[in-house]
């Protein structure tokens, strides 16, 4: 957990939504940490973060917002993505020397059928809406514009922000190393931030595959900091190779979250427990649990299923219909709806016994 409460102070770093890097805050680490300030109260939030899950981040500005006392927000080093939304909650804004701020459209990856992606693109477009709504709201431009100034994917210098009306006031303070993302994965972002990525290791291939249902990936290195001969904001890099290395990236990263959750399935049905309990065995799988949690459930249950494996046509397709059922915007799966599968297949099970 990377959200800190320290007397009236809430400091947020990281990944916005479940850990990429073991380094993220979530809606419920707000939740809780709020639980212990008093609602009327001064609350002053900092922020560093690449961004993360758009749904999480509207989430959190609603918490943040929604506070009878004044909140304050310091950006430190970064807040891009939906992390630039959770900063438009602060009743003032202020950046610290050398850092960041990115607008931008909300976007997703979607599995399926025409149908499915045309779902996707409604999603987006009212998430889109909605966003630049909040963005409005502290700037006092017409949503419109700013649904423009997301669209052209915007990253902001402490006098930029404050020009627009996205923050209030640029501090003294030198920021942050920035937080771990792939900074990578923008189409616009600054080569100092693209270069510490890289330098980094902050894959977003592996961040994305970490969060297939497979075992925890290895961490990356935590940041080193920032080389104050080189500012984070400078020329950005040519277009056609930003948007070739974007794509390279999200096609890597959507080969390896296909294979690791392919090799999670084979070996869970492989399991000694899986023989008789194949039915069990698949909706665990498609649970976050971890494999040695799997097996012990499986040892636990009784065997009531003689079902033969499916075969992998069979198991593409049934990926292909879960997934839309399963999936939330950027790859999250919805906890909900893996519990209500598996309290499926537990009454399935019990009535069989």
């Not at 459209?105 to 999603?123: W, Y």
């Not at 709201?137 to 996205?166: D, H, N, V, Y």
């Not at 839309?324 to 537990?346: I, M």
Request: charged residues 20%; proline residues 4%; contains cysteine.
């Amino acid at each position: 957990m990377a959200a800190t409460l320290d007397g009236q102070t809430l400091t947020l770093s990281g990944f916005v939504g479940d850990n990429f890097w073991g380094d993220g805050f979530t809606y419920d680490d707000v939740l809780l940490a709020l639980a212990q300030v008093e609602h009327d109260s001064d609350l002053v939030v900092r922020i560093n973060s690449g961004g993360g899950y758009a749904t999480e981040g509207a989430a959190i500005h609603s918490l943040l917002s929604n506070r009878a006392g004044k909140t304050a927000v310091i950006v430190d080093g970064v807040a891009a993505s939906s992390a630039s939304v959770i900063t438009m909650a602060g009743e003032t804004v202020e950046m610290t020397v050398g850092s960041i701020m990115m607008i931008h459209d909300p976007a997703s990856m979607t599995f399926g059928n025409s149908a499915e992606h045309k779902k996707s693109v409604e999603m987006l477009e009212a998430l889109a809406t909605s966003y630049s709504r909040v963005y409005a709201a502290k700037s006092g431009k017409a949503a419109e514009e700013c649904r423009e100034i997301m669209k052209a994917e915007t990253w902001l210098t402490p006098e930029q922000a404050i020009a627009a009306g996205f923050a209030d006031a640029a501090n003294d303070y030198d920021a942050q190393a920035v937080a771990a993302f792939d900074y990578r994965a923008y189409a616009q972002a600054p080569e100092p931030l693209r270069a510490v990525a890289s330098a980094n290791k902050w894959n977003l291939a592996q961040a994305m595959a970490s969060t297939s249902r497979t075992p925890p990936q290895a961490s990356a290195p935590a940041p080193t900091g920032q080389n104050k001969e080189t500012p984070i904001m400078t020329d950005k890099t040519p277009a056609d190779k930003t948007a070739a290395e974007l794509e390279t990236v999200k096609a890597t990263a959507a080969s390896d979250a296909v294979k690791a959750d392919r090799e999670r399935r084979q070996a869970i049905m492989a399991l000694e427990e899986a023989k008789g309990r194949e039915a069990l065995a698949e909706t665990l799988y498609m649970t976050d649990l971890s494999i040695d949690a799997v097996k012990a459930a499986l040892a636990a249950a009784p065997t009531a299923s003689t079902e033969p494996q499916p075969s992998q046509e069979g198991y593409d397709k049934q990926r292909a219909a879960a997934g839309s059922g399963l999936a939330q915007p950027g790859g999250q799966r919805d906890p909900k709806g893996d519990r209500s599968a598996l309290a499926a297949a537990v009454a399935r099970t019990n009535k069989r016994r």
